[in-house]
């Protein structure tokens, strides 16, 4: 995983040393440099995509996990990048490469200009040569591994250029467009020779035009003259220890963001300008000419990752698209005389920080995309799609867009979906949205002056709670089902009762509850499935066929109350699904029957987040059938779908003998987190305490929040919390700052190099000097956090 996060990076740039940002994405609507495409000089290739659980071992024999695989689709970095280029930009682009003598070719001519690239400079059939090919080995993490055959792409015979035949061929057109000012800018990766590189790179250093060039493809060296020749030269942690010629062992060297500054000003002094390195999973680093550098932290997925192919291409022709866009932005504010050469190559260096990070996160938000689909050419996004990411990122943080440095230094943070790089002054920049246990508003009734008598009472009271946004409601016991004779008599009896309010029950229908959360500001987060007491004896996993069609049945009932609710999740928890006694049960079937019963729920529900909320054990049962967080991780590899995962509590966790933040991260890295409830508790036999968060494993809690910062968890926190004695609005605001304050402190952690040399060493007394103190000793230059303690 930590090669596909070094292809994404989103949200969070800061100049060196750091600064806040605070502007939202303001791309051009496309266009570029109108009437100039972009001008990409490169290889086209046919991937076979091979699905396989491990990667094989020298001289091993590995089989795929399914027999239907080995899916054909066009790729090879040129053609990736061409195709991206059109479909992100208005502008077009032109590609130049080189087709082989085979039926593949022309799947890859009907590809290209499918997508509207222009392809008539491309060298014609090598003679005796295939297409390029690629053999990509797809893990289900969507890690890759994967075998180039350069074919055409190895040879560059004649082609047409005006009309007559050139030696050179498609070279000799590359050169020809460049030379003329035919195009904005030039795109270059290192999957077809040096040679045809370093001709066009020259030739448009000569003309003015700015060239971006890929360091992804052949591992060789690189001239001097050609890092000259770039604008921008992009490698990766690995590309980037290769060029700068064994001076750093391994990738860990560069875990310092010094070291990455210092390996860039390394090719800077062989003759590079601008220098961006990705980082992995702390994004990337883009060091310009002139020595100033910007600092960017990943974008979130929108969804699981599935195949990082070509996503890294995306990226960079995202970056290209955007750039030209900016630089013809530039050119537009500058009046027309003397300025001819400003929205070429010399304009670059022109560029305020700003515009270089706003082309950044363009891409970024488009290599997010990428991962999420399978393949290379399939699974570039359109325009459109990315800027709805970018936008569905960005809106969230807008109400902390005013943080700044504060007095000591201190490092001003906003929030948004995601943001976790971002770090700041302020907890009140926190991105989760909050919810909170809505049972727990009929305690203490004597402190609350409405009506806390049933479900509406309830969801009245939650919603003065300061920073609470998400009401979550169980099912059945505070709705009624949809549909049917249940919510017809309920309709009905609400409509008899002269001065409105609940039901006799208590119970809200579906339609009541939305309109009172409307009247409230507030918004259903997820819908909580209790299963009754008819269900004693198993409700998913009963014996009983009947029993357990009626039990799916109400789980899918849930899902429809939750999708007409407008919430995104459907949370089930069992308290009856499991055993006490050896024999009691077949452990086989009973696994069976969970297995299937989630798939019925999640294809029913295909649109919904189907979660499992796993507790080890609980008085109606000592032995869930889920027992642990690896037991729930397996059956998600089970059920096998898309839209199930996992809900994680706190005290489940604990009550299981495991680390809930060692839980929360391996649910989250491998996209299975759905959703997080937090409390805390001693855990004395026999006892879930649901005390307040943090109070009694403070430490506990602070990594567990590191880790759903690290994850990116983009779901919403609830707060499983039974506040007998206390004051229930004021238990849950608390809730709420102390997760805000961990939330802030995670933020400022994971920038710290002191967590990273605790990582590095396993130094433990390092590591609880860190919870207590902070990243830096209280009192000193630019201290940016108390410790874990610190929590008012």
């Given at each position: 995983m930590r090669a596909l996060l070094a292809l994404l990076t989103c949200a969070w740039v800061t100049a060196l040393p750091w600064k806040p940002r605070h502007a939202a994405l303001r791309i051009p609507r496309g266009g570029g440099d109108p009437g100039r495409p972009i001008l990409v000089v490169g290889s086209m290739n046919v991937d076979t995509i091979i699905e396989v659980d491990r990667f094989p071992d020298s001289g091993e024999t590995v089989t795929t996990p399914s027999p239907n695989t080995g899916k054909t689709v066009a790729g090879g970095k040129g053609c990736n990048q061409a195709v991206a280029i059109s479909k992100l930009g208005g502008a077009g682009c032109s590609f130049v490469g080189n087709f082989g003598n085979d039926l593949h070719a022309s799947m890859l001519r009907s590809v290209l200009e499918g997508h509207g690239v222009d392809v008539s400079a491309c060298g014609e059939n090598s003679p005796d040569l295939p297409s390029g090919q690629g053999l990509v080995f797809l893990k289900r993490d969507g890690t890759i591994a994967s075998v180039v055959i350069g074919g055409a792409n190895a040879v560059w015979p004649e082609a047409k250029t005006k009309g007559a035949k050139t030696k050179g061929g498609g070279l000799a057109a590359a050169v020809e467009a460049v030379t003329s000012r035919r195009v904005c800018a030039v795109l270059l990766q290192r999957e077809v020779p040096e040679h045809v590189n370093e001709a066009v790179a020259a030739a448009a250093h000569a003309a003015g035009i700015p060239v971006l060039q890929d360091i992804g493809g052949e591992d060789r060296p690189i001239s001097d003259a050609q890092l000259s020749h770039c604008d921008f030269v992009s490698p990766n942690l690995t590309e980037l220890r290769r060029l700068t010629g064994g001076a750093f062992s391994s990738d860990a060297d560069f875990d310092d963001d010094a070291a990455v500054l210092q390996a860039a000003k390394a090719l800077q002094a062989r003759g590079a300008r601008n220098v961006l390195v990705t980082l992995g999973e702390r994004g990337c680093l883009l060091l310009r000419e002139g020595g100033a550098a910007l600092r960017e932290a990943c974008c979130p997925l929108p969804a699981a990752a599935v195949d990082e192919t070509g996503a890294g291409d995306c990226f960079r022709a995202?970056?290209?698209?955007?750039?030209?866009?900016?630089?013809?932005?530039?050119?537009?504010?500058?009046?027309?005389?003397?300025?001819?050469?400003?929205?070429?190559?010399?304009?670059?260096?022109?560029?305020?920080?700003?515009?270089?990070?706003?082309?950044?996160?363009?891409?970024?938000?488009?290599?997010?995309?990428?991962?999420?689909?399978?393949?290379?050419?399939?699974?570039?996004?359109?325009?459109?799609?990315?800027?709805?990411?970018?936008?569905?990122?960005?809106?969230p943080r807008e109400a902390g867009a005013g943080a700044g440095v504060g007095a000591k230094g201190a490092l001003a943070v906003r929030g948004g979906c995601g943001a976790y790089g971002e770090v700041g002054g302020a907890e009140e920049g926190c991105p989760w949205r909050f919810a909170s246990r809505l049972n727990s508003m009929k305690d203490r009734p004597e402190l609350w002056d409405g009506d806390a008598a049933g479900v509406a009472g309830w969801v009245m009271r939650q919603a003065i709670v300061q920073g609470l946004d998400l009401v979550d409601f169980n099912f059945p016991q505070h709705l009624v089902p949809l549909g049917g004779e249940a919510e017809a008599e309920a309709a009905q009896e609400a409509a008899q009762e002269a001065a409105g309010g609940a039901q006799k029950d208590g119970r809200l229908t579906v339609g009541e509850a939305k309109k009172l959360l409307g009247e409230l500001g507030l918004e259903c987060g997820a819908v909580c499935l209790r299963y009754p007491n008819k269900f004693r004896a198993g409700a998913l996993t009963n014996p009983d066929a009947l029993l357990r069609r009626e039990a799916v049945e109400l789980t899918v009932a849930a899902g429809r109350a939750a999708e007409a609710l407008g919430a995104k999740e459907l949370v089930v928890w069992s308290a009856f699904d499991g055993y006490d006694y050896s024999l009691q049960v077949d452990y086989e079937a009973m696994w069976s029957r969970v297995v299937a019963a989630f798939q019925e729920?999640?294809?029913?529900?295909?649109?919904?987040?189907?979660?499992?909320?796993?507790?080890?054990?609980?008085?109606?049962?000592?032995?869930?059938?889920?027992?642990?967080?690896?037991?729930?991780?397996?059956?998600?590899?089970?059920?096998?779908?898309?839209?199930?995962?996992?809900?994680?509590?706190?005290?489940?966790?604990?009550?299981?003998?495991?680390?809930?933040?060692?839980?929360?991260?391996?649910?989250?890295?491998?996209?299975?987190?759905?959703?997080?409830?937090?409390?805390?508790?001693?855990?004395?036999?026999?006892?879930?305490?649901?005390?307040?968060?943090?109070?009694?494993?403070?430490?506990?809690?602070?990594?567990?929040?590191?880790?759903?910062?690290?994850?990116?968890?983009?779901?919403?926190?609830?707060?499983?919390?039974?506040?007998?004695?206390?004051?229930?609005?004021?238990?849950?605001?608390?809730?709420?700052?102390?997760?805000?304050?961990?939330?802030?402190k995670a933020t400022q952690l994971l920038a710290s190099q002191k967590l990273r040399d605790c990582w590095e060493t396993h130094d433990g007394i390092a590591a609880l000097d860190l919870a207590e103190n902070g990243p830096k000793a209280p009192g000193s230059e630019g201290e940016v956090m108390g410790g874990v303690f610190d929590t008012e």
């Open positions: 995202a970056f290209a698209v955007a750039l030209t866009e900016q630089l013809a932005k530039a050119e537009e504010k500058i009046p027309a005389e003397g300025n001819s050469g400003d929205s070429g190559a010399a304009g670059v260096a022109s560029l305020e920080d700003e515009a270089l990070r706003e082309s950044l996160r363009f891409a970024s938000a488009a290599g997010a995309l990428a991962v999420t689909r399978l393949g290379a050419v399939p699974a570039i996004p359109s325009r459109a799609e990315v800027l709805e990411l970018h936008r569905a990122a960005e809106a729920v999640c294809d029913a529900c295909p649109g919904l987040k189907v979660s499992l909320e796993f507790k080890p054990t609980d008085e109606n049962m000592r032995f869930f059938c889920v027992p642990s967080t690896g037991a729930a991780l397996l059956l998600c590899d089970d059920v096998n779908r898309d839209n199930f995962g996992l809900t994680m509590d706190l005290g489940h966790c604990l009550a299981a003998g495991e680390n809930p933040a060692q839980s929360v991260a391996m649910v989250g890295l491998r996209g299975k987190l759905f959703g997080v409830q937090l409390n805390d508790g001693y855990q004395r036999i026999g006892a879930e305490d649901g005390l307040l968060f943090g109070s009694v494993h403070p430490h506990m809690a602070q990594e567990l929040c590191l880790w759903l910062v690290k994850t990116r968890f983009a779901g919403h926190i609830y707060f499983d919390t039974f506040p007998r004695n206390e004051d229930p609005v004021a238990e849950a605001e608390r809730n709420i700052r102390t997760a805000k304050k961990f939330w802030l």
